[in-house]
Structures are given as C-alpha cells and as structure tokens.
C-alpha cells in the first residue's frame, strides 16, 4: 500500500494587510522611510502649535530612536494610537516583527505555546503570570499571550504628547502567527498603560489582530 503523500508547501505571501481603528499612525521602520515617517507624524501631533520647540524636537527624537531599537529587533512597522479623549491621548501601540525561527521544519503553534508557557514557569517570584493560548484566526492558527507588568513613572510606551503620566501597569497581548510557507513568524505586540480598562483595550487588539489577511 502506497503510503498517503505530504501535503504541497504553502507559497509564502507577498505581504500582510491589517485593519487600524482611525486615529492611529503608522511608522515605517525601512532607515530609507523612518524619519519621513517620525517628522509626518511629529507635524501632525504639533500642527498648530509653534510655541513647544522644545517639546517638538525631544518627541522627534524619541520616536526616532524607539523606531531604530525596533528595526534593530527586526522590527517592520510600528503603529501608535493617536485617539484621543478630551485633552488626553489614549496610549497604545503595535508593534509588526518578523521573527525567523532557526528550525528546519515550521514551529507548530501549539509547540510554541508549550515553550512560552515553560519560559512563564520559570520567571521569577512576584512577576504575574502572562495567559498563553492557541487560536484560530482567519490568517491561521496563532500563538496569544497576554501579560500584565508594571512599569516606573513617565510617559507610556506609544504615548503622543499630552497622555497620561505616573506609575502604571503595562498591558501587552502579543500574537504570534507562522508565515505560511515558511518557518518564520509574524509577531504583532499591542501595548498601553491603561491597566483600568485593559480588558476592553484587548479586545481591540484581538480584533486588529483578527483581521490580519496574507496578500500574494
């Protein structure tokens, strides 16, 4: 009896297509596209205001070494929420990294949340233990983890002048998705300060998250 063929490999895309809520912008971290990226975002958040030089030049700055730490992690886009609320920004942001895997053969998710999970185990006393789990998203199965950690005084990671200040917990679901096709993955992490409301803020990362579609 002929035993039953492989099944053919999946044809790695071409890209990846994802649904932002208005009010975020998107950095591009290609060095050629990066500080044209910073200074249309930094002319967006100042438009109007040309008495903060200061400030100005300082959010430059720090959005252009933030977006070059994340090139350097192999970083592709960087998104950052720009909604407000009253005076205040709502401080969010995505983080697009693709992540080869030194395997021969595709990483099955559920083997990478076992992996996850172990590494969970063995962090250390006090730290809050992350929720890893295995779902179904229409790009493919996905790897969720969902962690919860504080953070020192100052502005929040993807914060836009004007958000809030001061001692918080850092809330990050992060998705890991396998390429198709390949034995790398796709990793979106989410991230805001806003431990009060962060169960409504994952819920609008797990929907940006879900609607991630592979492009030929």
């Not at 992350?130 to 929040?156: D, H, K, M």
């Not at 809030?164 to 390429?179: I, K, Q, R």
Request: proline share 11%; glycine share 8%; net charge negative.
């Amino acid at each position: 009896m002929k035993p039953p063929e492989s099944p053919a490999p999946s044809t790695p895309p071409a890209d990846y297509r994802l649904l932002l809520p208005e009010g975020w912008f998107r950095i591009l971290l290609d060095p050629d596209q990066r500080d044209k990226s910073v200074d249309a975002l930094v002319e967006r958040q100042f438009r109007g205001i040309d008495n903060a030089p200061h400030l100005k030049e300082e959010l430059r700055g720090d959005l252009r070494r933030r977006a070059a730490k994340a090139y350097r992690s192999g970083g592709i886009e960087l998104y950052l929420s720009l909604q407000a609320v009253g005076p205040f920004t709502i401080p969010a942001s995505l983080l697009v990294t693709l992540a080869p895997l030194r395997h021969a053969e595709p990483l099955p998710p559920e083997d990478l949340a076992r992996a996850l999970a172990e590494d969970a185990d063995d962090e250390d006393a006090g730290t809050p233990v992350p929720e890893v789990g295995v779902e179904e998203l229409a790009a493919g199965t996905a790897v969720r983890v969902r962690r919860l950690a504080s953070q020192p005084g100052g502005a929040a990671p993807g914060a836009a002048p004007g958000a809030l200040d001061g001692d918080h917990a850092s809330v990050s679901v992060e998705y890991h998705l396998p390429v198709p096709g390949t034995t790398a993955y796709l990793l979106l992490t989410f991230s805001t300060p806003l431990e009060p409301i962060a169960d409504a803020m994952a819920g609008l990362f797990d929907a940006i998250a879900g609607s991630l579609t592979w492009t030929e």
